[in-house]
């Protein structure tokens, strides 16, 4: 297995002044020095997908060093922040040659949800202390924004955060904290002057996780799994040189890190984590291909099913297409604006389809399998692949700001239409009816 201590230095091909056209070589003899050779060969002969097969979970995170110290996680980021300072351009050519190999970014909540907002309200100071560890994954991060009684309406929120000289102390409850339990850092929002309105009195934080009074609890959802948590803090501090942004204007720093987790799970190219199960509509393809070989009907062979997985697969394209414009924003340090609303609430949807079609193609193997329903453990094990996926694509429409919001975002804020009434607007957080 290679590491970091062999690989070729992209350092002297780093700057803005790099040609696409030396960014792909230096990218391609980086490559075949770097990366595993079964890797090399299954890019070549079968793409992403066949790379996939050729490793293993372990064997990539063994292997991802040489990847976070490459530049090449976030190219477009200056050198001091990890990445190359790389021009658009550079770097569209430089995932091109990448694209074969699957290399997936280990560190999504982190690149998508504190970048953006290290990059518009955060110090240089702040920058290079996390932003480097972000790229190599060394620093794992999660997101404490949700709370039992604020889902949608996230500025009601009730954790408190209260000044203790150079620090602060902060106690609440977050819930549907995704990977609470790798995380070594995360990004936070809590109340610090409740006397205000609600989007006014809340300030950003970054808080180490692994502190005394920080506890993340599991919440397993119905496929078996555990990626959600909910996250009691009590008493856990946080220096005032890890807030973001001025005190009291957290809920403009938490737009760029709601935009960009919006993007991150809008689908089909978003640059998010892996979708679960059968989440493309390439993976339709050959289930319905392996059907119509077992000699089963309801497979390729029948044009009724071709034509539902072949509109599926052009929207999946739209899609791609869609998300790729925002990620150029995010490579270039922008944050996502309204219009990453867009890809969430549709790629939310496309997927659930999508989950849902790869489950209908296993046939009655969708709905029986072999495991004892009183051994959870055992029974989630042997649940196909695309069940799972089907189960857990349910939360699509809730994960990034419900569909709901993100339409209201849409109508606001890119129809200009007018806003929904509210009673309690201008009023202090204090006296807003809770429950």
Known sequence: MNTTSNHPDLAEFAGPTTTPEQAAQAVRDWAQRTIPQAWLDAGAEGGPVAVRQARTPSEYREWYPAFGASGLVAAAWDV????????RAAVRAAESVLAPYHLPRLNP????????????YGTEEQRRRFLPPIVRADEIWCQLFSEPGSG??????????????????????????TWADQADFAILLARTDPSLPKHQGIT?????????GVSPMPLPHMGGETEFFQTFIDGAVVPDSQRVGEIGEG?????????????????AGSGGVDRVGGGSASHLVRLARRRSDEGLAGGWSDPAVRHDIVKLWCEEIVRQWTNRRVLEQIAQKVAPGPESSIGKVHGSDLNQRIQSAAASLLGMNGIA????PGEPDQY???MPSEVKGMLRSRANTIEGGTTEVNKNVLAERVLRMPKEPDPYK?????ELPRG
Do not use: C
């Open 380 to 382: 989630a094990s042997t």
């Open 369 to 372: 399998w072999n495991g004892d």
């Open 80 to 87: 001091e922040h990890g990445g190359l300072g790389w021009s």
């Open 204 to 212: 950003y934080f970054l808080i180490d996780m692994r502190q005394a």
């Open 426 to 430: 201008g009023k202090p957080w204090r």
């Open 251 to 267: 809920w403009r720093v938490a737009q760029a890190t709601l935009g960009g987790e919006r993007q991150m799970v809008a689908g």
């Open 109 to 120: 909540l982190g690149l998508n949800l504190a970048a953006p907002a290290l990059f518009s």
């Open 152 to 177: 949608s309406d996230l500025a009601s929120l009730s954790t408190r955060a209260e000044r203790d000289g150079d620090s602060w102390i902060i106690t609440g409850q977050k819930i549907w904290t």
